[in-house]
């Protein structure tokens, strides 16, 4: 399932037994050497990146107290990064749906948006948690409304419709793919996506990935301004953030984001717009590794905390 905390143990059970094993096979090192850089003959010194921060003691901290691994990369419009095990490889649960509803902003026609869908009461059986399908099984939405109802809601049903319109999980893969997104792995619809077996990258991504993704959204030219607009506000209604990076922003800071958890997973991905106008995106992925836990808002909460310090 998705916010509604439906178990889902397989990750977790795994993560108990292989933790270790996961994040370093997750991790892509190598041991190649890199291209020596090109000779700069311009005179104008190329500027300074900032400074990375090293938030490593303070996350680790976090995940020996509630029994968790984190991930987290958080990106600024100024190129500064903050982040912890970024490359490490977790599922990433109702956190796509964000992705799904840009895929259509992306690729549909306003007037194909506009298209109105019906669905079955056997649909909402199968898809689980659906707060705003299962209300209009008699008279439909729009596709627009579904992608909608995905990202604030959390609806199951509402994702699947939005899914199966893009020609399936693979269409929403390829949507990443185009963007330059070659890690996230895209396989199944509502509520299988929250599903990870061990050994097999499917239904899961890193916080680099994701966040770099979300970037390319709205600072990139992947949706016109209608669209990035209308993202934006779907993502600020989201009804199960407050508790999370929303909780750790400083007062005057504004918090668009898209939640997701299941089992001992918990996610948040977010465009976090500060008093002066600057964009921070940020992704923090969550597992526990006691495999009959539930997943734990503070966790989430916490990291961005630390992490939103540091801009």
């Known amino acids: 399932m998705t916010d509604a905390k439906r178990t889902t143990t397989t990750w977790t059970r795994a993560l108990a037994v292989s933790a270790l094993a996961v994040v370093l096979a997750a991790s892509g090192c190598s041991s190649d050497p890199a291209p020596p850089s090109p000779v700069n003959t311009d005179q104008t010194a190329a500027p300074t990146p900032p400074a990375a921060a090293d938030i490593g003691p303070q996350i680790r901290a976090i995940e020996a107290e509630f029994a968790v691994t984190v991930g987290v990369a958080a990106m600024r419009d100024d190129g500064r990064i903050v982040d912890h095990d970024a490359d490490v490889r977790l599922p990433y649960a109702s956190t796509m749906k964000v992705f799904i509803a840009a895929a259509l902003l992306a690729t549909a026609s306003p007037e194909e948006r506009g298209t109105g869908v019906r669905w079955t009461a056997s649909q909402i059986d199968a898809a689980g948690y659906s707060p705003v399908t299962s209300e209009h099984l008699d008279d439909g939405l729009s596709l627009d409304a579904l992608a909608e109802a995905a ?97 750790a922003a400083p007062a005057g800071w504004a918090v668009a984001d898209k939640s997701g958890g299941a089992g001992g997973v918990r996610n948040d991905v977010a465009v976090v717009t500060t008093g002066s106008g600057e964009r921070i995106y940020i992704a923090i992925l969550t597992a526990k590794t006691d495999p009959d836990a539930a997943y734990d808002d503070e966790v989430v909460e916490q990291v961005a905390r630390v992490v939103l310090a540091e801009f």
């Open 151 to 247: 990202v604030r809601d959390s609806d199951n049903t509402a994702a699947n419709l939005v899914m199966e319109s893009l020609g399936g999980p693979a269409a929403v893969q390829d949507f990443l793919r185009a963007r330059g997104d070659t890690t996230t792995v895209v396989t199944a619809y509502e509520p299988e996506l929250n599903v990870v077996v061990p050994g097999s990258d499917d239904n899961t991504s890193t916080p680099s990935a994701l966040a770099t993704s979300l970037k390319s959204l709205v600072d990139g030219d992947s949706l016109d301004t209608g669209s990035r607009e209308t993202l934006l506000d779907w993502m600020s209604g989201n009804a199960t953030g407050d508790a999370l990076i929303r909780s």
